[in-house]
């Protein structure tokens, strides 16, 4: 059954929340009553279009529906979690929570506000333990954080559901400790903020100038390190306590300002209009939007790759993905299926088709889910055993495009207890686009040397190699390259 949410607010955060639910396979109902609304959400919709599915090793979900409800009380209709994301007025919230309460008093309600307590939020609310506080940072359908802020009003369950469900759209939930105004990050974001100001206006540095020292320097280790383990490193090898040592007295020099905040005016505002529009102007705002974007899914791929920070999140919503498809189950009558992948933005080539290497990833995704299958998976190479592959032969019949949704089916053609010999299609629906011929050898990992395979894991193998022996060889196995077809 598809999920449901309601998106109060159709602006860039609202846009950003909606992009990541349907994405996620989520229904969603906006409601915005302001002009463009539906256009900014379409927009959302659109760079999230490009940018998300570069994230996943795996295929997509089926996208959800996006309605626009003409009233509050519809938009709320059949959602299990409503998003808010009006404007920063506190009594422009209230109202809106007393209507949504009126229409649904037992809704769980989580507020993009990047600066109110969850108690200030819930002041004069009907049912004051459904609001909480739900942060993002945009964009909302790339960035994975989300900081739950909950006051005494909100029990455990609340905030665990509100947890739970940021968590299956893909988030980083991270819940605060104590109630502060604008939580963990955007503390952060207003305390660099105010000093860039400061060096702006004393004529130190410009905006793009100030730009550059983030982002060629500390901005990229905080991307996978954060502040404190950076700085833990840079401690060397004696860690923390020797950074502390050395830089810690530098705390009572008068470095910073943010003391003190210059006055805001026509004057500072001019000054970093100005320069910013001299630093960024030339470009259109989707233009940038889709350059940050790009930036951002490639360095989160290269986190991916490491697991680290934002990248483990990503390979954790993967996780969860891949066990929600069904086990397979061998079957005497036709090969297993083992892999369901879809053909992403970084998998094409200059002809805009699937390029060679995929092909071959395609290849190991559905052979390595068979090694899982017959317990022959990373805990198995962790004791020291392995298979490994001695001869791979593979075929191109078609073609597979960007979009394009591929399975891995499996036959195996002979097995002993050193070695299986398997044929893998690659299809698109009905279609074959590839199959790939491969012989592995199963290797004590210290020697290098094959040997026989666990009974168990041999068992297991064995007893699909017997099921598939009644099925056709498959056309094409055993041919040599260039060899002319039948």
Not at 116 to 138: C, E, R, S, Y
Not at 277 to 292: K, T, V
Not at 389 to 398: F, M, P
């Amino acid at each position: 059954m598809t999920r449901k949410a309601a998106i109060i607010g159709g602006g860039v955060i609202g846009g950003g929340w909606t992009a990541r639910f349907v994405l996620n396979g989520w229904d969603v109902n906006v409601f915005d009553p302001a002009p463009g609304a539906e256009r900014n959400v379409e927009i959302m919709l659109a760079n999230a279009r490009l940018a998300v599915p570069s994230l996943s090793d795996g295929p997509m979900p089926p996208e959800g529906r996006v309605c626009f409800s003409a009233t509050m009380a519809e938009a709320l209709e059949g959602a299990e979690y409503v998003q808010e994301s009006v404007s920063e007025r506190l009594e422009l919230k209230h109202a809106v929570y007393a209507q949504m309460q009126q229409a649904s008093p037992d809704i769980l309600i989580g507020s993009s506000t990047s600066g109110f307590k969850a108690v200030d939020l819930q002041k004069g609310a009907v049912a004051p333990a459904n609001i909480i506080v739900a942060h993002p940072f945009t964009p909302v359908y790339l960035l994975p954080l989300c900081e739950i802020s909950a006051s005494a009003a909100n029990p455990p369950e609340i905030i665990e559901r509100t947890k739970k469900i940021v968590t299956e759209i893909g988030m980083f939930p991270l819940v605060m400790r104590k109630e502060i105004d604008a939580f963990i990050g955007s503390r952060f974001l207003e305390a660099v903020w105010r000093e860039a100001l400061w060096m702006l206006k004393d004529g130190v540095a410009t905006t793009e100038e100030i730009d550059d020292a983030i982002r060629m320097s500390f901005g990229l280790r905080w991307a996978q390190m954060g502040l404190f383990e950076n700085y833990r490193i840079a401690g060397g090898e004696a860690g923390m306590r020797h950074f502390m040592a050395q830089f810690g007295p530098a705390l009572k020099w008068p470095w910073t300002k943010l003391t003190d905040v210059p006055e805001f005016n026509d004057e500072l505002v001019d000054l970093v209009a100005g320069q910013s529009d001299a630093q960024s102007g030339h470009m259109h705002i989707r233009n940038l939007e889709r350059l940050r974007d790009q930036n951002l899914v490639g360095i989160l791929r290269a986190l991916k790759d490491r697991n680290v920070g934002a990248g483990r999140v990503l390979n954790e919503h993967d996780a969860r993905r891949r066990l929600a498809l069904p086990d397979p189950v061998p079957d005497t009558a036709k090969p297993l299926e083992m892999a369901r992948m879809q053909v992403l933005p970084g998998w094409i080539d200059y002809n805009g088709h699937m390029t060679e290497s995929r092909y071959y990833f395609a290849n190991s995704e559905t052979v390595d889910a068979f090694l899982r299958l017959i317990g022959a998976g990373m805990d198995y190479v962790a004791a020291g055993h392995s298979y490994y592959s001695a001869e791979t032969h593979i075929r191109h019949l078609g073609e597979a495009k960007l979009g394009d949704r591929l399975t891995g089916t499996l036959q195996i053609i002979s097995a002993d207890q050193k070695r299986f010999r398997s044929f893998v299609r690659i299809m698109k629906g009905d279609v074959c686009v590839a199959t790939v011929e491969q012989l592995c050898l199963h290797v004590d990992i210290g020697t290098g040397k094959p040997v026989a395979a666990a009974p168990e894991v041999w068992g297991k193998l064995q007893a699909i190699a017997k099921a598939h022996a009644g099925l056709p060889m498959p056309e094409g196995a055993g041919r040599a390259v260039g060899q002319a077809r039948a």
